[in-house]
């Protein structure tokens, strides 16, 4: 079976192919085409390149892993935490309050 295969795409093969592609397209065509399969052949083996490129990082970055927790800064206290500037912390009785103040204002606007 493999040598029907190799016989197929030989030299005669190719010839067939070619004048097959010069009927179907003409020869104004071939030029163009040639071209786009030239960039796509080129995109794809830089596709290729960028992802074992990507590949041999992230095994990089797994070997130095078990390392990382030595480097790591020690853990912060609860207090020294920053807290965004929009944020707003009260304690339980404040917001108990203040629910109760809402409550209570919108029972006077329901009232009216």
């Known amino acids: 079976m493999d040598m029907v295969l190799a016989n197929i795409v030989g030299s005669d093969g190719l010839i067939v192919i070619v004048i097959a592609l010069i009927v179907i397209f ?3 065509q071939l030029p ?3 071209r786009n399969v030239g ?3 080129k995109e794809f083996k830089k ?3 960028d992802e074992e490129e990507q590949a041999r990082a992230q095994a990089a970055a797994r070997a ?3 390392l990382a927790p ?3 800064a020690p853990p912060t206290p609860q207090a020294a935490i ?3 500037p929009d944020a707003v912390t009260l304690s339980k009785s404040e ?3 203040l629910i109760e103040k809402r409550l209570a204002a919108e029972k006077d606007r329901s009232a009216n």
Do not use: F, M, R, T
């Open 26 to 28: 003409g020869g104004s």
């Open 32 to 34: 163009k085409i040639a």
């Open 39 to 41: 960039a796509a052949g």
């Open 47 to 49: 596709g290729q390149a």
């Open 64 to 66: 130095v892993a078990p």
């Open 70 to 72: 030595e480097i790591a």
């Open 82 to 84: 920053q807290q965004p």
């Open 95 to 97: 917001l108990e309050a």
